[in-house]
């Protein structure tokens, strides 16, 4: 059983930074491509960054977000800078088995869920 487990969330002020962490377990963590997506209050869940065999992120967050893994600890990270009010989300860790040349940007291409951890943004 695969099991994600996203931390780090919080509330911060406008222009700060947090990294989410999403611990993986049940599978071998090195062949998944990961993904993270955010769901706004009243919105739909999007997508937000991805890494497979190389790194993707929705057009209006490049340059401020990152997504990296730490194959060893299991784990993949999403660093979040120059935080908006309308960052302000649950954001969700995600897992698809395979690494590919591409993407994968909506729900329904990923495998296995976390739980999310909510991010709060000041203004």
């Known amino acids: 059983q695969v099991q994600l487990v996203e931390s780090g969330g919080g509330l911060v002020q406008a222009g700060g930074s947090l990294r989410l962490s999403c611990a993986a377990s049940?599978?071998?963590?090195?062949?998944?491509?990961m993904g993270w997506f955010r769901q706004a209050p009243g919105k739909e869940r999007e997508f937000v960054a991805a890494?497979?065999?190389?790194?993707y992120y929705a057009d209006s967050l490049k340059g401020r977000f990152a997504i990296s893994r730490d194959n060893a600890k299991n784990t993949v990270y999403l660093q979040m800078n120059s935080l908006k009010p309308e960052d302000t989300a649950v954001y969700y860790c995600?897992?698809?088995?395979?690494?590919?040349?591409?993407?994968?940007?909506?729900?329904?291409?990923?495998?296995?869920w976390g739980q999310g951890t909510q991010v709060t943004v000041s203004s």
């Open positions: 995600a897992a698809r088995r395979g690494l590919y040349s591409g993407s994968f940007y909506t729900d329904e291409q990923y495998d296995y």
């Open positions: 890494i497979s065999w190389s790194t």
């Open positions: 049940g599978h071998t963590f090195s062949s998944y491509t």
